[in-house]
């Protein structure tokens, strides 16, 4: 089973609920198991979620390969929020299978 580790930032100014944009993600990818940031076992995917574009996440380092989602915006490129979940899902995938 694939690994990806999950960062939050604060959520003090939220234009979206990082947990649930995480669980409908996790409802895309049954097959990959989500671990916390703060969690002692690493992954080579690392999930950024903040809640608004200001994007103050801190990303801790050692993993190949980073996911930002910054508000609506998924790696810099705004999305819109009907799609967020299925884009940072088909980047996830994309990612996980090249590894």
């Known amino acids: 089973m694939k690994t990806v580790t ?3 930032c604060g959520h003090c100014n939220p234009h979206l609920q990082g ?3 995480l669980e409908q993600v996790k409802g895309k990818l049954p097959h990959v198991r989500f671990i916390s ?8 995917v690392l999930l950024v979620i903040s809640g608004c574009p200001v994007d103050c996440a801190a990303r801790p ?3 190949s390969s980073v996911i930002a989602t910054a508000g609506y915006t998924v790696d ?3 999305v819109s929020k009907d799609t967020l ?3 940072i899902s088909s980047k ?3 990612l ?4």
């Open 76 to 78: 810099g490129r705004n």
């Open 85 to 87: 979940v299925a884009e």
């Open 61 to 63: 380092s050692g993993f």
């Open 37 to 44: 940031g703060a969690s002692e076992e690493g992954a080579g």
């Open 6 to 8: 999950v960062k939050y």
């Open 96 to 99: 996980l299978e090249d590894s």
């Open 19 to 21: 947990p649930v944009i």
């Open 92 to 94: 996830l995938q994309g």
